[in-house]
């Protein structure tokens, strides 16, 4: 069975910063491309950053500068560095991979449960 398991959220004040880990688990091969997206309630979940295997990464505009995606093949995990935090960063943020399972010869997409992110003062 595959898990994502998100960690990292909280409250913080404008300008400060929280670091996100997703950790993936179960009988998986190493993780493709890893992804970072959040969500508020009424609104469609946005890309927030990816990551590919090879280290390739990309950004939404409204964080470029801000956050920093990265990741560690060793441990199947992806962070999402996020630093300037603005009250507009609320939201549920949510881990998204493309996971090859050993029973299978396909990648498919696996989500996790999410972590809130509260910017206020």
């Known amino acids: 069975q595959v898990q994502l398991v998100e960690s990292g959220g909280g409250l913080v004040q404008p300008g400060g910063s929280l670091r996100l880990s997703c950790a993936a688990s179960?009988?998986?091969?190493?993780?493709?491309?890893m992804r970072w997206y959040r969500q508020v309630p009424g609104k469609q979940r946005e890309l927030v950053a990816a990551?590919?295997?090879?280290?390739?990464?990309n950004y939404a505009d409204s964080v470029k500068g801000r956050f920093t995606i990265s990741r560690d093949n060793a441990k199947n995990t992806v962070y999402l560095q996020m630093n300037s935090l603005k009250p507009e960063d609320t939201a549920v943020y949510y881990c998204?991979?493309?996971?090859?399972?050993?029973?299978?010869?396909?990648?498919?997409?696996?989500w996790g449960l999410g972590t809130q992110v509260t910017v206020s003062s």
């Open positions: 998204n991979a493309d996971i090859r399972t050993t029973l299978t010869t396909r990648y498919q997409d696996y």
């Open positions: 179960g009988s998986i091969y190493r993780p493709n491309t």
């Open positions: 990551i590919t295997n090879g280290g390739s990464t």
